[in-house]
């Protein structure tokens, strides 16, 4: 698997509330909702800003991963996928859950310097490390989409 980014370069899993979510700007474009096999949710959407310029610029995408039982794991707006694949597939889903999945001793130390101690516990956890495995480019990990849900509902 490639190296992954660390410092300036990493997702930063901005805390933000759930409210927050629900009232994303209209300009903010849901992609995906998926359930993973685990029974954690990833949301993903369009943030409406990009990262680069010209040809290169890459979609910057909105992220929301949470446990089974609907506790938010990590919230960003700072995910790009890879100029290869489209921002709502299932390898762009991949690519951040390899992100959203990293553990201590899978890169710099300094990467979970602004992890909260639930995110850390998180990356410490056995479904960290299921999620991991099941969800890595070799993985075979499911992603069973998820009806609109309450954005999609309301929009």
Not at 13 to 24: D, Q, T, V, Y
Request: hydrophobic fraction near 35%; charged fraction near 25%.
């Amino acid at each position: 698997m490639a190296a992954k980014p660390s410092g300036a370069n990493a997702p930063q899993h901005a805390p933000i509330g759930r409210e927050a979510f629900l009232s994303l700007p209209r300009d903010s474009e849901p992609l995906r909702h998926v359930r993973l096999e685990t029974g954690h949710t990833l949301r993903t959407w369009d943030t409406g800003k990009t990262r680069g310029a010209g040809m290169m610029a890459r979609t910057r995408i909105g992220y929301e991963l949470s446990s089974p039982d609907g506790v938010r794991i990590f919230r960003g707006t700072d995910f790009t996928s890879s100029p290869m694949h489209a921002d709502d597939s299932d390898d762009a889903l991949r690519a951040l859950l390899g992100f959203l999945t990293l553990r201590p001793g899978d890169t710099d130390r300094e990467y979970f310097d602004g992890y909260t101690p639930a995110q850390l516990a998180f990356a410490a956890s056995s479904n960290c490390e299921y999620l991991q495995f099941l969800y890595s480019d070799d993985g075979e990990g499911a992603f069973t989409d998820v009806d609109a849900g309450e954005r999609g509902a309301d929009a």
